[in-house]
């Protein structure tokens, strides 16, 4: 799933180690989020949101996600 974390986050000066301690996780987090290698619970979805003062679609893409009911899961 891509996400803006990163261009947000500069967008606003905050460094990876001060949005960890926003967030309440390791600076690894970070940039495992910003690279893509690690998508969050919804908890820290949330977090990210509200640090960023966006709903959690304007952080995250899902445009390449299967839709329910597109060849995945059954409805």
Avoid: C, W
Avoid at 38 to 49: D, E, G, K, W
């Amino acid at each position: 799933m891509k996400n803006r974390i990163e261009e947000l986050r500069r967008a606003r000066g905050i460094r990876q180690e001060e949005l960890a301690h926003l967030l309440g996780v390791s600076r690894q987090t970070v940039i495992s989020l910003e690279k893509g290698k690690y998508n969050p619970s919804l908890t820290l979805a949330f977090r990210l949101s509200r640090a960023f003062g966006l709903p959690i679609e304007g952080i995250f893409d899902d445009a390449d996600e299967p839709r329910v009911g597109e060849g995945g899961d059954e409805t």
